[in-house]
């Protein structure tokens, strides 16, 4: 039986590997990882007690383990993941540490499954949670059409900061109701009752690093180094699953009847898409699921083989703990 180690087990996603894994009776021996402040701690999964490993080289090495799903922050992931890919294991990281890396694969399993078994590192790299939510619905239709130009616009949740996220948007709800002024201690201004138009730090070309990230990441797994690529990532007051409205443009002239019958048959695709009845993707029907939920699909008028769509995903889920197990079962 397989030996899986989950380093960051008691975190916000590292607790949702641990329900995906269960969901999908993951069979291996487990060893949970995370740092000394959890060390100890009893959790229950897959109907068993399991203590909390303290995350060191040596206790590592005594697992030797032979895959690791790794939540556990990017100075943990350069720290660890060479450790562990030294000992023969196969790491996939759900940072940013190792995308831009170009003997690490970026995988989607239902964009480019066959990447996740060419890596030469270990190490397999988990996107950017904006990118999963986008990239599962682009790839059916640069297949269909050839992708010219993507325009993208992002509403992320508070969970997508962490924790940290969360308590500063819970926290200005509490303020809001006693009449008092929120002091955020992770995002830069209150997020309750207010949009941030600010994800990671800015770079000197205008763009944040989460903009980046998204534009970077669409090019690589769509293998397309020279797609033209923009995006706007905005932070809004809901607490999980992000949303992104998607401007396209193709090669080739689209049909929307076409593009609908297409995503309906798509792997982890829920489609959406009856105005009439007021049936389009919202966070209210990604949330805690594992799919990719779209729907707003229309022509955009204003430019020649254009449209428009809209995604909605669980950003703590597909973002980030299902894509990783999907991988980890891509391998097992």
């Known amino acids: 039986?397989?030996?899986?180690?989950?380093?960051?087990?008691?975190?916000?996603?590292?607790?949702?590997?641990?329900?995906?894994?269960?969901?999908?009776?993951?069979?291996?021996?487990?060893?949970?990882?995370?740092?000394?402040?959890?060390?100890?701690?009893?959790?229950?999964?897959?109907?068993?007690?399991?203590?909390?490993?303290?995350?060191?080289?040596?206790?590592?090495a005594k697992v030797k383990p032979d895959f690791a799903l790794l939540a556990a922050g990017g100075s943990t992931s350069i720290e660890f993941?060479?450790?562990?890919?030294?000992?023969?294991?196969?790491?996939?990281?759900?940072?940013?540490?190792?995308?831009?890396?170009?003997?690490?694969?970026?995988?989607?399993?239902?964009?480019?499954?066959e990447e996740a078994k060419k890596t030469k590192s270990k190490i397999i790299s988990n996107?950017?949670?904006?990118?999963?939510?986008?990239?599962?619905?682009?790839?059916p239709l640069d297949d269909l059409y050839k992708i010219k130009r993507i325009v993208y616009s992002t509403y992320q949740a508070v969970s997508g900061a962490g924790q940290a996220g969360v308590d500063d948007y819970l926290h200005g709800l509490d303020a809001y109701v006693k009449g008092t002024q929120p002091l955020p201690q992770?995002?830069?201004?209150?997020?309750?009752?207010?949009?941030?138009?600010?994800?990671?730090?800015?770079?000197?070309?205008?763009?944040?690093?989460?903009?980046?990230?998204?534009?970077?990441?669409?090019?690589?797994i769509l293998k397309r180094p020279d797609l033209a690529v923009s995006?706007?990532?905005?932070?809004?007051?809901?607490?999980?699953?992000?949303?992104?409205?998607?401007?396209?443009?193709?090669?080739?002239?689209?049909?929307?009847?076409?593009?609908?019958?297409?995503?309906?048959?798509a792997p982890g695709i829920v489609l959406l898409d009856n105005p009439a009845k007021n049936l389009y993707p919202m966070p209210m029907h990604a949330n805690g699921k594992n799919e990719v939920f779209v729907g707003r699909?229309?022509?955009?008028?204003s430019r020649e083989n254009c449209i428009n769509l809209f995604t909605a995903s669980d950003n703590i889920r597909k973002g980030a703990a299902t894509n990783a197990v999907q991988i980890l079962k891509l391998l097992i």
């Open 1 to 60: 039986m397989h030996k899986i180690a989950v380093i960051g087990a008691t975190g916000i996603v590292g607790t949702t590997f641990l329900k995906v894994l269960e969901e999908d009776k993951i069979k291996a021996d487990y060893y949970l990882f995370a740092s000394h402040r959890s060390a100890g701690k009893v959790i229950q999964f897959m109907g068993k007690d399991y203590t909390i490993i303290e995350l060191t080289a040596d206790n590592v």
């Open 81 to 113: 993941a060479p450790i562990l890919a030294n000992l023969g294991c196969t790491v996939i990281d759900n940072s940013s540490a190792f995308r831009r890396d170009p003997t690490v694969p970026l995988v989607v399993p239902e964009c480019n499954p």
């Open 127 to 139: 996107p950017n949670c904006s990118t999963i939510g986008s990239v599962v619905a682009l790839k």
């Open 186 to 220: 992770k995002l830069q201004h209150p997020i309750f009752n207010n949009l941030i138009p600010h994800i990671d730090v800015f770079l000197d070309n205008g763009n944040t690093k989460e903009e980046d990230k998204m534009i970077f990441e669409t090019r690589k």
């Open 231 to 265: 995006a706007t990532t905005v932070r809004v007051p809901i607490e999980n699953c992000h949303s992104i409205s998607i401007n396209v443009e193709f090669e080739k002239k689209p049909c929307i009847a076409t593009i609908k019958k297409v995503l309906a048959k």
């Open 297 to 301: 699909i229309r022509l955009d008028e």
